[in-house]
């Protein structure tokens, strides 16, 4: 059973790119465009991984990864955040409320599958 990653991210050309590369590379994906949505969209599938941007509308990915440590039931959850936000003080941030790890973009396509793979424990 192939595992699944939530993108959330509202840039469109993002989103398109990391749902091929994800499905081309065995995972099932979910999208959501912002971060309530992403909220709802891990309540609904439980994915094994999240792909978190920080500027979301609606919610930051700051508060989606907080919510999530704080829920005992997604404690397993990787949440990888992937943002332009790549200054000490966010990446800090970032790692402080619970990210495994904090990419920032532009971002090698090969490492960050690498990235999921390792979080992930292969497929």
Known sequence: MSKTVLIADDE??????????LKQA????????DG????????RESPDLVLLDVM?????GFDVCQKIRENPDWRDMRVLMLTAKGREVEV??????GADAYITKPFSTQELLAEIATHLGGK
Do not use: D, M, T, W
């Open 12 to 21: 469109p050309n993002i989103v398109i790119s990391l749902e091929f590369l």
């Open 26 to 33: 065995g995972y099932r994906v979910v999208v959501a465009h």
């Open 56 to 60: 979301l509308p609606r919610l930051s």
């Open 36 to 43: 309530q949505e992403a909220l709802e969209a891990i309540r």
């Open 92 to 97: 800090s941030k970032g790692l402080a409320l």
